[in-house]
């Protein structure tokens, strides 16, 4: 009888536009809100003459585009965002196809290691890399200390880890990574568990060795998946400013100035809104191309 | 081709467990069809999976073609398998999926169609090679896994349950393709079963495992005219062999022995009061499940198989004259429930 009445019910629930639009109105609040208002606004902005404290406001057309791209600035953030985002997304998706291979066979400890792994994505994104300032930092550096207990370097000329350019976009790098592995080795675990033991049998005793069965059968049976840890990565890397804020501020000499960090320093630090809204402007273009993808994506998991 | 044999062969998952397949010494003979034939849990496929270096044994020697593999690799014991779900590579086409050993194996890319195209005809599946595995039907995918296997003419071809994902009716015929199959290619072939039907139909010999024990090695007509055991008596024909249990022996006689007397050709004959209790009608004969009347015997469920050819007046609750043939009884020793001597037995 209980049966039949939650069955009554439900069937009503499908049937009633009403409770189908409540249901989903949360959300699409939610998402005007939070993200569509500002979006508007962006828009807005970056046509307009707005700033920090005043309250007058003309339209100005295109000159803010024009002027950010005229900043060498600008072209050196776009530059260092694809540097950043490039090199990023590739230690990342290479890192955790390794991980998610070696994590699936099963080994004594394994659980413990899987945890220890997940833990920089769990952390606070904010704590786990004020952790990082102090570890990378010129004095207290333990990387710089090892390497000079090792002799290495002497303290007169070990390196500076957030000080010199190129050295800043790799530990900017390494530390974006450090944060974003877990979580592709996570989705790339249920990629890799997914695929029948016997198919990787079968490859071995068809003659396939470690490596031709790695990378004739493993990997391309993962690459959907694989894809889809791709496309979050390029998201959460590109779309990124965190790290870069908190370890350098896009310093030394913009070395590692990125495309949001650009836009937050001269829009709300620099208190020129309608040129901070023009730069996080150029991210929608990229954005919307990775966004095509994983709905396409999505909707061939559906079919399927 | 190549004869694989096995020495005290023991594989214990679990310290301190029962093993899953404990001492088995076996040996195929040269381009045989032999059959693992088994409950589940009996240890049939880890016995395959040890052969083929999927799993390492605890104990003893695996042996192909005289040579111990216990420290080959899969890949290096020349030997080709079909998994139970064919394992074909989800990604790559038919042709790719065939080519698939060659290319592992280094063979020159210029014969490889050549061979693909030879096994692919052989399966009769050469219009299907440009597709992918899931446009197949399950009875074209076991033909690709097959033709798979034998594209790189293995020394032998191992086959785990290649039939039981297919409905009934391909399977009766995908049996007859295989048997006709090995007829062709003549390769040492072992082939895991639990279908008795499978197992007596292709054998040329069969194993019948149970618990991770070999319980007789025989040709069909053997395992079921001679069974080693009450096991074996019991696991192989539908319905089973009935079994009476007296104070040192067994007994044992097949449903299908045990007729109306007045059938039993002349000779020397057990006959019983015989009450049935009820009757399954399946076509072709008629199963009847009775007791035997005025015996110890009573609570016991006998059972018999009527050809449909034979006279039939027995209906449930009736009460007959059967018997069954002596040359037909099978005589167990009871504590150890294998075969022994025919001896007096006091129904006399």
Known sequence: MAVKHAKVKSAGAAQSPLLGAAMFGPALVYIALIIGGPFLLAIFYAFSDARIGSVHLHYVGLENFRSILHSPAFHQAVQNSIVFTLSAVAIVVICSTILSLALEEPFRGRGIIRFLILLPWVAPVSLGTIGWKWLLDSIYSVFTWILVSLHFFTIYNAPMWLGQPHLAMASVVCVHCWRLIPFATVVMLAGSSAIPKEIPEAAGIDGAGFWRTLFWIKIPMMLPIINVAVLFSIIFTFTDMTVVYILTDGGPFDSTQTLPNLAFATGIEGSDLAAGAAISLFLVPVLVVVAYFMLRMAHRAEVV | ?348
């Open chain 2, 1 to 348: 081709m190549a004869v694989v044999e096995t020495r005290h062969l023991t594989k214990i998952f679990k310290q301190g467990e029962a093993g899953a397949v404990n001492d088995v010494n076996l040996a195929t003979r040269e381009g045989e069809f032999l059959v693992f034939l088994g409950p589940s849990g009996s240890g049939k496929t880890t016995l395959l999976r040890m052969i083929a270096g999927l799993e390492t044994p605890t104990a003893g020697e695996i042996l192909i073609g005289g040579r111990v593999v216990n420290g080959l690799s899969p890949r290096d014991r020349r030997i080709a398998m079909v998994f139970q779900s064919y394992a074909l590579y989800p990604h790559l086409s038919v042709y790719k999926n065939i080519s698939f050993p060659l290319k592992a194996q280094n063979v020159p890319r210029d014969q490889h169609r050549a061979k693909v195209e030879w096994a692919s005809g052989l399966l009769s599946i050469g219009h299907l090679l440009d597709r992918k595995p899931r446009e197949l039907s399950g009875g074209e995918r076991q033909r690709v896994a097959l033709a798979r296997a034998i594209v790189r003419e293995p020394a032998v071809f191992l086959l785990d349950e290649p039939l039981s994902n297919l409905d009934a009716k391909l399977r009766a015929s995908a049996r007859e393709e295989l048997e006709q199959f090995h007829k062709n290619v003549r390769t040492t072939t072992i082939y895991v079963t639990h279908d008795q039907v499978e197992a007596m139909a292709m054998g040329d010999r069969v194993v019948v495992l149970h618990q991770g024990v070999v319980r007789q090695i025989g040709t069909p007509k053997e395992v079921y005219e001679n069974p080693a055991d009450t096991f074996v008596a019991t696991f192989l024909g539908s319905p089973p062999m009935n079994l009476l249990e007296f104070s040192d022996i067994i007994v044992g006689f097949r449903p299908e022995g045990f007729l109306p007397a007045e059938l039993i050709p002349g000779g020397r004959q057990v006959t019983f009061r015989y009450r049935v209790k009820y009757v399954e009608y399946l076509g072709a004969e008629r199963v009847l499940y009775g007791n035997i009347e005025g015996s110890h015997f009573e609570s016991k469920e006998i059972i018999s198989r009527l050809s449909w050819t034979m006279p039939y007046n027995y209906e449930a609750g009736s009460v007959h004259d059967f018997a069954i043939a002596e040359s037909d009884l099978h005589f167990f020793d009871r504590q150890s429930e294998k075969r022994c001597n025919p001896k007096p037995y006091p129904w006399q």
